[in-house]
């Protein structure tokens, strides 16, 4: 081994563990994390998942712009809410305009609605995205500053049976991802604006003289956003919200009897849920239906995902009086219940092949074979650096690949090729033009990643 091979294999086994004990210089700012590829076979297959099923169901992709004016989600979420008031991300550009990085989407895609006049195309407008968003929220398991999410909005139509489609939809794709044993799916109606004034009314003169119970924030919560009273996970306030009343007990006529229409759709599409009158989702923008999904074991603090009704929404941005509904659930978080079930995905990033070669000659040979290899769909790593033959077979053993082609010196003079299966050990010499037929023979016709985007083109 020349003093080259020998540098050159140390560095390829070095230890991981020591690598990872050497501080780099630079690292993430908390609370956000790179998605490395292993984890990005996960996104890409939840992404999948979620584009087939919303495709199914007529919904198109939207994508608003990372950053927005600031007053796009103060008006929509509500000052009072967590994340207006403390998660938000905002900056001044140079001219000293307020933007915010997203918190979450539908305040974009509401606005977007009305800067593009979708009130004119047929109604609902179905709309989903997959998109990062940030809060700045106290960094934890399952809560980061930057972090994924998936989601659709259904604008233009109010009906029991959207909401209970929206769920519906939300349920299949927890059930595709195989999570979806985990969780229950909680339910309640927080009313619109003709009862829900009443109810926070009362809520109020129910919290009054106690809140000396009461946690910090929601001494402020009872005049801000009385109805967050009843979520707060402190254990003093869970106490007194079991005991405050229900706005079920106020809802008006037509809320009561849409809250029964989706319970009754619910049952039709056999869909249990758990009726809780303390959920109510914290955004100023919902009306009538809101849900989430909870953890069977750690209820809200790991929803993964939530959603309601927000009918007053598009009309409060500036809108014709459009109702609308949706849901939104975090990858991150999915992703963790799905490692936490053992569920794996396909690994379509996998080699097939490795080749590996001997000087300047075997490259001439090497590239093009490459190339055809790759062409055919097999997926083809070349040791294309200066390393022995010696060094380029542990790399392709590190690499996890079933075959290794081999281009000495002796075989691009006589023509020819030697395939090594490397889980078996054994190697044969084929002629050098019948390489990449004999490698489909070996890998499986079924086996190969062929895309032919041009094909699609018209
Ligand atoms: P929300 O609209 O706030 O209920 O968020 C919907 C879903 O997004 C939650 O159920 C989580 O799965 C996910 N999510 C919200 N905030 C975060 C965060 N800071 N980090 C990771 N996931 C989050």
Redesign the pocket.
């Known amino acids: 081994m020349t003093d080259h091979d020998q540098r050159y294999s140390k560095a390829v086994e070095t230890d991981e563990e020591e690598a990872r004990n050497i501080k780099p210089p630079y690292q993430t700012p908390k609370g956000v994390h790179d998605i490395l590829p292993a984890d990005h076979e996960y996104y890409t297959f939840v992404k999948k998942v979620v584009r087939h099923r919303l495709r199914q169901a007529g919904f198109r992709r939207i994508s608003t712009p990372i950053f927005e004016f600031t007053d796009v989600f103060t008006r929509s979420i509500g000052a009072a809410s967590d994340i207006v008031s403390k998660e938000m991300y905002t900056f001044k550009d140079r001219k000293d305009r307020s933007l915010t990085l997203k918190p ?1 989407s539908t305040a974009g895609v509401v606005r977007s609605y009305i800067e593009n006049n979708m009130q004119v195309l047929p109604q609902p407008v179905e709309l989903y995205y997959i998109e990062p968003h940030f ?1 700045y ?1 106290r960094p934890q398991k ?4 930057q ?1 994924y ?1 998936f989601g659709y909005e259904i604008i233009g139509e109010s009906d029991p049976a959207l909401d209970v489609q929206s769920i519906h939809l939300a349920w299949k794709i927890l059930d595709d991802l195989g999570i979806a044993q985990i969780f229950t799916l909680q339910l309640n109606s927080i009313g619109c604006q003709v009862c829900r004034p009443q109810y926070v009314t009362v809520l109020k003169d129910f919290y009054f003289g106690k809140e000396r119970s009461l946690c910090a924030e929601c001494k402020h919560r009872i005049d801000k956003n009385a109805l967050r009273l009843l979520d707060c996970k402190e254990e003093d306030c869970q106490i007194l919200a079991q005991i405050a009343p229900k706005l079920s007990d106020y809802l008006c006529q037509e809320c009561k009897q849409y809250h029964n229409d989706v319970k009754e759709f619910l049952t039709e599409l056999k869909l249990s849920y758990n009726e809780n009158p303390n959920l109510v ?1 914290g955004l100023d923008y919902y009306t009538k239906t809101v849900f ?1 999904f909870w953890d069977r074991t750690d209820g809200a603090q790991n ?4 959603g309601g009704r927000y009918d007053g929404l598009v009309e409060l941005m500036g809108g014709p009086p459009t109702p609308a509904c949706g849901f ?3 990858m ?2 999915i992703i963790a219940n799905m490692k936490r079930e053992k569920i794996r995905v396909p690994k379509k990033d996998d080699l097939h092949v490795f080749v590996a070669q001997l000087g300047k000659e075997s490259k001439k040979k090497c590239l093009p074979l490459i190339a055809q290899l790759r062409e055919a769909g097999i997926k083809t790593m070349g040791a294309l650096g200066k390393g022995s033959i010696k060094v380029q077979m542990r790399l392709a053993d590190k690499f996890k690949v079933p075959y290794t082609i081999i281009l000495g010196l002796t075989e691009v003079r006589e023509g020819t090729a030697i395939i090594r299966d490397m889980q078996v050990g054994t190697q044969k010499t084929v002629p050098f033009e019948d390489t990449v037929e004999e490698i489909i023979k070996l890998i499986g016709e079924e086996k190969r990643d062929i895309y032919s985007p041009g094909e699609a083109i018209y």
Do not use: K, S
């Open positions: 979450e809060r929220d399952g809560r980061y500053r972090f999410q989702r989430e929803a993964i995902g939530g939104a659930a975090g991150e978080r």
